[in-house]
Every structure is written in C-alpha cells, then in structure tokens.
C-alpha cells in the first residue's frame, strides 16, 4: 500500500518540545486508563502512520474523546471526534484544489490551540486554525510546480513552527504566522519525504531528506550527502547515545546511517 503513495507519515519525528508542550495542552491523560479509548488512539496513530492525509489531531474539548483528520476523493478535509465510541464530524473543510497529500495538526503560534496544516494535489498550501476553523493560509501567490514533501518544525530563532517545504526541487521555510517564505536554499533535491532532527550531535537540527541529503536548518546548505536514505525512512538511536541515527529501506533491505561519523553502521 505504501508503495502507492511516496509519502509516508510514520517517518514524522517530532521535536522532544513538540511532543512535551503535546502533552501539556490535550486533557488529562485519565483518558488513557479506558482501554477502548486507548485501542481507538493506538489505531488512529497506526492509520496515520500509513496514510499521509490522515493525521490523530491531538486536543479535545472533553477527556474521553480522541479525534482526527482526513482528506477525502472530493479535496475535503474532515474533522473527526470520537465521544464515547461514537464518531462525529466537528467540522469540514471547502472543496480544495486538488486532494490531500499530507495533513498536519501542530499548534504553529504556539497558543495551545492546534492549527491544521494540508497540501495538496493542486500544489496548494493551506493552513486553518481550529477555534472558528477561518482560514488563514491558502498559497495561491506561491504557484507551485511541484510540492515534494512538507514537515513543520522550529527551525529559526522565531517561537514559532516553521512550515518547512520542499517545493520546485528547493527547500524553504515558511512563517508559521504571517505565511511569508522566510528562507529559500540554493540546492536540486527531489526528496518524497522529510524529517527533522539534530542527527550529527551539534545542537543545531538537521533537514533530512530521504534522497540522501543532511541540510543545516540555518543556512539550508547541504552538509553531507549520500546516495539516498531509501523509503520509508525514519530515525532511530540504534547505539543509544542519544543521537538519532537515519533508518531508510533501500531494495527491501533496512539500513542505517550515523550522520555524525557519516557512515553507513548497519
Ligand atoms: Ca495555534
Ligand atoms: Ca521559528
Ligand atoms: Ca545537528
Ligand atoms: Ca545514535
């Protein structure tokens, strides 16, 4: 199934922050005490892993509900709560132009409400905070001629996430409040996916792209280049040093890199 869309989710790492100001704003974590609920999550985050216009949306009014997003063969975004087993939709988007590739709920203004991040078929961008669901992005200045991959992160000395692209064969950050392209590299890559992390030990994250290129978040210059990480790829501390290493499937085989020796370890 992976093999029938480029872009797979599960190699999403977020930020140990993300992950702890996550745990910050949902509900009270009671809700993982009720075994069905915690089945129901632990399917929603399989799915997500899976599907890329799929994504757990990780806040809700009430303890007990969990929700997610997905974008549908019409171009339509749906936000989906479950209440004591029961599904609802809490809300759904306009037609978009094109469908959804990938799908993000992060809290990029860092308000403790999540905003909803998608790109699409149609080389659109659209961003829509989740109070009054407005929109607050939609990119139809940019005029895209190819999205290859998306990953939203803090990448610059701003609080705020960045919307970090590759598009036209060049990455480039995007202001997570006022949309702007903040910064834009010089280099021709064509990755399907990206992550995010600090895989050489030098506090400073990494672009990781699954082409096979380590790109500094400052400077978005490459800082070592392979001849691709493979697909699915993802990160793993294999030696438990505390640096991640980059874990990606080349011709069905599993390899792994250490970026800071820049070697292939395993
Ligand atoms: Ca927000
Ligand atoms: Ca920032
Ligand atoms: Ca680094
Ligand atoms: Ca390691």
């Given at each position: ?108 203004d860092g308000d403790g409400r999540y905003e909803i991040v998608a790109h699409t078929t149609g080389l659109r961008v659209y961003v829509w905070e989740t109070e009054k669901y407005e929109l607050l992005w939609e990119s ?127």
């Amino acid at each position: 199934m992976n093999s029938l869309n480029p872009l797979g989710r599960g190699v999403r790492i977020l930020p140990v922050g993300l992950v702890l100001l996550a745990g910050a704003i949902a509900p009270a974590h009671a809700q993982y005490e009720d075994p069905e609920l915690a089945a129901l999550i632990a399917e929603i985050d399989a799915l997500s892993a899976r599907f890329p216009a799929f994504t757990p949306f990780p806040w809700t009014e009430e303890e007990g509900q969990t929700a997610f997003l997905y974008g549908d063969t019409k171009g339509i975004i749906h936000h989906i709560v479950s209440d004591e087993g029961r599904l609802h939709e809490q809300w759904k988007s306009f037609p978009l132009e094109g469908t959804v590739r990938e799908i993000f709920a992060e809290d990029l203004d860092g308000d403790g409400r999540y905003e909803i991040v998608a790109h699409t078929t149609g080389l659109r961008v659209y961003v829509w905070e989740t109070e009054k669901y407005e929109l607050l992005w939609e990119s139809v200045e940019e005029n895209f001629e190819a999205i290859h991959a998306m990953v939203i992160a803090d990448v610059d000395r701003d609080p705020a996430q960045e919307i970090v692209l590759c598009a036209n064969n060049k990455i480039a950050y995007y202001d997570g409040i006022e949309f702007f392209r903040e910064k834009e590299g010089r280099d021709f890559i064509e990755p399907t996916v990206m992550l995010i992390a600090d895989v050489d030990n030098d506090t400073t994250d990494e672009i990781v792209t699954n082409d096979g290129y380590v790109i500094d978040t400052n400077s978005l210059s490459i800082e070592w280049a392979t001849d691709g990480f493979g697909y699915p790829m993802s990160l793993f501390d294999i030696d438990d040093d505390g640096v991640p290493e980059v874990v990606g499937e080349m011709g069905g085989a599993v390899q792994f890199w250490d970026v800071e020796d820049q070697r292939e370890i395993w």
